[in-house]
């Protein structure tokens, strides 16, 4: 059985049974957590039949890394799967855990136990500041689980990696090596999420380095990459050798200075993150302003599932981005532990979740086993649009654990 974290600053620790280990979500569940539940639970199956025939149908070049993930489908319906070293890789693990977590059935455990192993290699990438997506979501989540020792190791070695990306004179981790034509030193709004693996490092090992690099990155970031109404923008352009602002940009937004949607859910759960990590109360004012931003903007859908961006020009003509939906609902349900409007946090989670249960989700069997439809990857290069996306499933799923731990009077699972 596992007890999960309750709402003081200390870690909490978790007891494990082994392989008989059943999360107090599986024995006490309401009809949506259910009935979602068996859907995904129909969705892995189809997608774990799905996934070995598309591998084997790619033809992978020598010296080339192996396909281990599925991240979309093509426009033709096709499973597009991608190696670990994709940003999207580690997703997919850790919506089987999750999916254990919820139906307390070992054959997701092993499962996840699986598809997390193909993910170990990109311990020591260091190329990539997407760390904890890849490192966090999977071995992270088997770890909450399973309190399984080589899986602290590999989040050991992965917070070790991700900080050779830390630049004092910025004050944060790198973001992209690619695009030097673009920026110099670009830091993306995304990277709030890989904090989560510095601070799981430092509660780990005892050694505060990781803290201290996950906190000065989020201050610099709150300085730098928000607007007087706390919308964010996507990129941030540095000059790494006086950490001063070069220029405020997007890459997957509608222009430089429109506010895309899933860049808003990435600033509410980075700041949410922190505040559990740090209590720091200036990042959770951070967290709530950011709130307020997504839940009184006039362009949020009455299903409150968003635009791919705020501020798209063809409003209301535009594609949503279930993803965003999933990812906001997810950060809601944690905000409202710590916020005096919590109340009204969780009945917003409520909406956005149970609007993605009625209208979002595949047919059972079908989208190649996908379970949330209706996710926009990057509009402006007319990427993945109005398609499946991994990490719209993996914070779907995540927040119905969190949504059940609280019905259950619980808090929100964590380390």
Same mark, same amino acid.
Not at 185 to 198: C, R
């Given at each position: 059985?596992? &007890?999960p974290r309750?709402?003081? @600053?200390? @870690?909490?620790?978790?007891?494990? &049974?082994?392989?008989?280990?059943?999360?107090?979500?599986?024995?006490a569940?309401?009809?949506?957590?259910?009935?979602?539940?068996?859907?995904?639970?129909?969705?892995?199956?189809?997608?774990?039949?799905?996934?070995?025939?598309?591998?084997?149908?790619?033809?992978?070049a020598?010296?080339?890394?192996? &396909?281990?993930?599925?991240?979309? !489908?093509?426009?033709?319906?096709?499973?597009?799967?991608?190696?670990?070293?994709d940003?999207?890789?580690?997703?997919?693990?850790?919506?089987?855990?999750?999916?254990?977590?919820?139906?307390?059935?070992?054959?997701?455990?092993?499962?996840?136990?699986?598809?997390?192993?193909?993910?170990?290699?990109?311990?020591?990438?260091?190329?990539?500041?997407?760390?904890?997506?890849?490192?966090?979501?999977?071995?992270?989540?088997?770890?909450?689980?399973?309190?399984?020792?080589?899986?602290?190791?590999?989040?050991?070695?992965?917070?070790?990696?991700?900080?050779?990306?830390?630049?004092?004179?910025?004050?944060?981790? +790198?973001?992209?090596?690619?695009?030097?034509?673009?920026?110099a030193?670009?830091?993306?709004?995304?990277?709030?999420?890989?904090?989560?693996?510095?601070f799981?490092?430092?509660?780990?090992?005892?050694?505060?380095?990781?803290?201290?690099?996950?906190?000065?990155?989020?201050?610099?970031?709150? /300085?730098? /990459?928000?607007?007087?109404?706390?919308?964010?923008? /996507?990129?941030?352009?540095? %000059?790494?050798?006086?950490?001063?602002?070069?220029?405020?940009?997007? /890459?997957?937004?509608?222009?430089?200075?429109?506010?895309?949607?899933?860049?808003?859910?990435?600033?509410? *759960?980075?700041?949410t993150?922190?505040?559990?990590e740090?209590?720091?109360?200036?990042?959770?004012?951070?967290?709530?302003?950011?709130?307020?931003?997504?839940l009184?903007?006039?362009?949020?859908?009455? %299903?409150?599932?968003?635009?791919?961006?705020?501020?798209?020009?063809?409003?209301?003509n535009?594609?949503?981005?279930?993803?965003?939906?999933?990812?906001?609902?997810?950060?809601? *349900?944690? +905000?409202?532990?710590?916020?005096?409007?919590?109340?009204?946090?969780?009945?917003?989670?409520?909406?956005?979740?149970?609007s !993605?249960?009625?209208?979002?989700?595949?047919?059972?069997?079908?989208?190649?086993g996908? +379970?949330?439809?209706?996710?926009?990857?990057?509009?402006?290069?007319?990427?993945?649009?109005d398609?499946? +996306?991994?990490?719209?499933? *993996?914070?779907?799923?995540?927040?119905?654990?969190?949504?059940?731990?609280?019905?259950?009077?619980?808090?929100?699972?964590? &380390?």
């Open positions: 059985m596992i &007890l309750n709402s003081h @600053p200390m @870690p909490f620790r978790f007891l494990t &049974l082994g392989l008989t280990f059943l999360s107090t979500a599986a024995f569940q309401d009809a949506l957590t259910k009935k979602t539940v068996r859907l995904a639970e129909t969705q892995a199956t189809t997608m774990l039949q799905e996934l070995p025939k598309a591998i084997a149908q790619k033809s992978v020598a010296g080339k890394p192996p &396909l281990v993930s599925p991240r979309s !489908l093509t426009p033709t319906g096709e499973l597009i799967v991608v190696p670990s070293r940003w999207t890789s580690g997703f997919f693990p850790g919506y089987l855990w999750f999916l254990y977590e919820l139906s307390g059935q070992p054959r997701w455990m092993a499962e996840a136990k699986t598809y997390t192993a193909n993910i170990e290699p990109e311990k020591t990438n260091g190329g990539t500041h997407d760390m904890g997506f890849k490192v966090y979501c999977s071995f992270g989540t088997g770890y909450r689980l399973t309190k399984d020792a080589a899986y602290k190791d590999v989040i050991l070695q992965s917070a070790r990696t991700l900080s050779t990306r830390f630049y004092p004179k910025v004050g944060t981790l +790198l973001s992209w090596d690619h695009s030097r034509e673009k920026w030193f670009p830091v993306i709004i995304d990277n709030m999420m890989n904090l989560e693996l510095l799981a490092a430092t509660k780990l090992s005892g050694d505060s380095s990781f803290y201290k690099i996950a906190v000065s990155h989020a201050n610099t970031t709150m /300085h730098n /990459h928000f607007r007087p109404d706390y919308s964010s923008y /996507h990129v941030v352009d540095y %000059d790494s050798a006086t950490g001063k602002v070069v220029k405020r940009t997007t /890459h997957q937004g509608a222009a430089n200075e429109s506010a895309w949607a899933r860049g808003q859910g990435w600033a509410l *759960y980075g700041y993150m922190c505040y559990r740090t209590r720091n109360k200036a990042y959770l004012a951070q967290a709530e302003n950011v709130a307020r931003f997504i009184n903007h006039p362009n949020l859908p009455k %299903d409150l599932i968003p635009y791919w961006d705020f501020n798209a020009p063809g409003l209301p535009e594609p949503r981005d279930a993803s965003a939906g999933a990812l906001i609902a997810s950060a809601l *349900y944690e +905000l409202s532990t710590f916020s005096p409007n919590g109340k009204l946090y969780r009945a917003k989670a409520d909406k956005m979740v149970k !993605l249960a009625k209208s979002y989700v595949a047919q059972p069997g079908g989208s190649r996908f +379970l949330l439809l209706h996710s926009t990857g990057a509009k402006p290069s007319n990427s993945e649009i398609v499946p +996306l991994s990490y719209a499933d *993996y914070y779907f799923m995540e927040a119905l654990v969190r949504r059940q731990s609280l019905l259950n009077g619980k808090g929100i699972p964590g &380390l």
